[in-house]
């Protein structure tokens, strides 16, 4: 099974707790010698998921929407970003340089291609600017994929 990512970054402290539960749950679901989680592996979301992914036995692929995106992180995130694309069984690129939505977008045009569900860390509110998680929800539906939303109950941005 191939589990893909999206969701909000710059989550408070309770609610990044309860999504890393939310994300450990579901992750408890798939069996581990088949899973692969993908990922573009930023900060929140996308490497809780990862490390949960690997935690369990499975394996993760890596989405790096531009050259420049690792550049774009924030400095303290920057070990964990090395060390899943490093542990990463195989890395996709979009080509693009420049980390800006419309490389957001075109990377997780690519992970949802490769994927058969989508995990969505989602309030249910629009996006906030283009590529945003509304966005891939969106994207993912049209493409058929099915999208599951994990979102803790009462919690907001």
């Known amino acids: 099974m191939r589990v893909?990512?999206?969701?909000?970054?710059?989550l408070?402290?309770?609610?990044?707790e309860r999504v890393r539960a939310l994300l450990a749950a579901a992750v408890a679901e798939y069996a581990p010698a088949e899973l692969v989680g993908v990922s573009c592996v930023a900060d929140g979301p996308d490497s809780w998921f990862a490390e949960a992914v690997l935690?369990?036995?499975g394996r993760i692929e890596?989405?790096?929407?531009?050259?420049?995106?690792r550049a774009s992180l924030p400095d303290w995130h920057h070990p964990t970003y090395d060390?899943?694309?490093?542990q990463a069984a195989d890395v996709h690129a979009t080509g693009m340089t420049a980390s800006d939505p419309h490389a957001y977008m075109a990377g997780s045009d690519i992970?949802?291609?490769?994927v058969d569900e989508l995990l969505a860390v989602w309030d249910g509110?629009?996006?906030?600017g283009y590529g945003g998680t509304a966005d891939v929800v969106t994207h993912a539906q049209r493409q058929a994929t099915a999208?599951?939303?994990?979102?803790?109950?009462?919690a907001s941005r």
């Open 111 to 114: 992970l949802v291609g490769l």
């Open 12 to 16: 408070s402290g309770e609610v990044a």
């Open 55 to 57: 935690d369990h036995g």
């Open 125 to 128: 509110r629009p996006a906030r």
């Open 147 to 154: 999208v599951r939303v994990l979102w803790p109950a009462g």
């Open 62 to 69: 890596v989405v790096v929407p531009a050259s420049e995106y």
């Open 83 to 86: 060390r899943l694309v490093e």
């Open 4 to 10: 893909g990512i999206t969701g909000h970054r710059g």
